[in-house]
């Protein structure tokens, strides 16, 4: 297996206003891939056969536009960036030598942050990230012949996962003495205990015409937190 190689191409604008308030920026890229690799049809990372016997090598392409305005000065500050990309595959042997979705590929990111400062003591943020799901290859019929099991694929990455979302809430509470600086910070990591997909695996279900069914795993709901730092 060769290294993967690539080639990009950008083209990007940024501006500010005058007292420094605000500032912003926009960008376009397109990149050319070469020796992508990718698994054979029923193949994947935890197969336990040597990597190089099923997988292909091809080429790939990708495209985007990056966005962000960003607010600098008051008590309330913070910036929302928002992303749209794509990268296709083309590997001979795999999708009938058709371009397709990368495994990797996610269509739209968005990031919405604000910080607030309510006092010289309090200080209040928020985050909330987005990203569209990711492409994925799901078996369209199961079937036996000759006595084995074998799974129909009509074409690679053609499913989506869910979207990918939370939103993370923090406040800061400093207290500052002649000697030392205490700090508390509460937090709630996903809020709102939204649980993103973090892998998505088959179990056979031969009461669906695929013969299987997607399970879903994530990693964590919500999550509070609380710390102490104390600076001398």
């Known amino acids: 297996m060769r ?3 690539a080639v990009q191409y950008g083209l990007g604008y ?6 420094g308030g605000w500032d912003w920026s926009a960008e376009v890229y397109y990149k050319d891939l070469k020796n992508v690799y990718d698994y054979l049809d029923g193949r994947g990372m935890f197969s336990d056969i040597d990597l190089e016997s099923i997988t292909l090598g091809g080429k790939g392409r990708g495209c985007g536009a990056e966005f962000m305005v960003r607010k600098n000065s008051g008590r309330l500050t913070g910036w929302v960036s ?34 607030f400062r309510i006092n010289d003591r309090w200080n209040l943020s928020g985050s909330w990230t987005y990203s569209s799901g990711q492409a994925l290859t ?14 129909y694929y009509s074409g690679r990455n053609g499913y989506r996962t869910p979207a990918s979302h939370r939103l993370d809430l923090s406040a800061v509470y400093t207290r500052r003495g002649k000697r030392f600086t205490g700090q508390w910070a509460f937090g709630i ?11 998505i695996y088959f179990e056979d279900d031969d009461t669906r015409p695929s013969g299987s069914r997607a399970v879903q795993r994530s990693l964590y709901g919500i999550v509070p937190s609380v710390s102490y730092t104390l600076k001398f």
């Open 3 to 5: 290294p993967e190689r």
């Open 14 to 19: 940024a501006g500010m206003t005058e007292d």
């Open 82 to 115: 928002y992303t749209w990309s794509r990268t296709r595959t083309r590997i001979p042997g795999i999708n009938s030598g058709r371009w397709y979705d990368a495994s990797n590929d996610r269509r739209h990111h968005l990031s919405v942050v604000a910080m």
């Open 138 to 151: 799901a078996p369209d019929v199961k079937y036996e012949l000759d006595g084995a099991t074998c799974y």
């Open 189 to 199: 990591y996903n809020a709102y205990n939204h649980y993103s997909p973090y892998i």
